[in-house]
């Protein structure tokens, strides 16, 4: 059964840098889409960022177009999440999630549909 763990979450300054990775133990990661999401306080899950299985194709959400960047290494089971230009509302708990599927589709964002998620790992952007 795939599993997935998030990790490199931590406490930045405005304008900084993180790198988040997803390691899928598992034999179907690289039949999954991968997805990037976040919660922050009292509010809804938020889709990020969404990569294909082949690593081929994203999508990501217009607040981290430009700032955010997916990409994935098969070889090491691997989905990353680049953050630059880190700003105060990037703050929250960053999940990643195995979509139904292969591709991310129009509805790669929807965090109910999921088939597996990760126990997430907090960013706090932070002067």
């Known amino acids: 059964q795939l599993q997935l763990v998030e990790s490199g979450g931590a406490y930045v300054q405005p304008g900084g840098s993180l790198r988040l990775s997803c390691v899928a133990s598992g034999s179907t990661f690289d039949e999954h889409a991968i997805g990037w999401f976040r919660q922050a306080p009292g509010k809804e899950h938020e889709g990020v960022s969404c990569?294909?299985?082949?690593?081929?194709?994203?999508n990501s959400a217009d607040s981290v177009k430009g700032r955010f960047t997916i990409s994935r290494d098969n070889t090491k089971s691997t989905v990353y999440l680049q953050m630059i230009n880190l700003k105060a509302e990037d703050t929250a708990t960053y999940y990643c999630g195995a979509l139904d599927g292969g591709g991310c589709g129009r509805a790669w964002a929807e965090w109910g549909d999921l088939q597996v998620r990760g126990q997430g790992t907090l960013v706090t952007v932070s002067a």
């Open positions: 990569i294909n299985s082949s690593g081929g194709a994203t």
